[in-house]
């Protein structure tokens, strides 16, 4: 794993039904932005490396679209879910669950 945590958030008081109606606003089409560290090529070299290197370069927003993310269970800090989406989607970095 690389990278830094950016922020932490207590998970008291989240709930298995918040998290299945917050899931439900995912499903559509959209734009997301590749993350650094992915293996995208920019230029002919991986995004990651450039990452590695402390380099942040601007990159194009790409179409995806998520047709089910479905939430299964919920156990202390840890959730199981399922999501079905066109290629190219990052879900580690455009499901990132806020004020649930």
């Not at 920019?42 to 490396?49: E, R, T």
């Not at 939430?71 to 066109?86: A, K, P």
Request: aromatic content about 8%; some cysteine.
């Amino acid at each position: 794993m690389e990278g830094r945590i950016l922020e932490n958030h207590a998970v008291e008081g989240v709930s298995l039904e918040g998290l299945k109606n917050l899931a439900s606003e995912f499903l559509e089409d959209q734009y997301q932005t590749p993350p650094m560290f992915s293996a995208k090529k920019v230029n002919g070299q991986k995004l990651y490396q450039l990452a590695r290197k402390g380099k942040t370069i601007d990159r194009e927003r790409r179409f995806i679209h998520v047709s089910t993310f479905e939430i299964d269970d919920l156990r202390d800090d840890e959730v199981d879910f399922f999501v079905h989406c066109s290629k190219g989607t990052y879900v580690r970095s455009s499901m990132i669950l806020v004020n649930v």
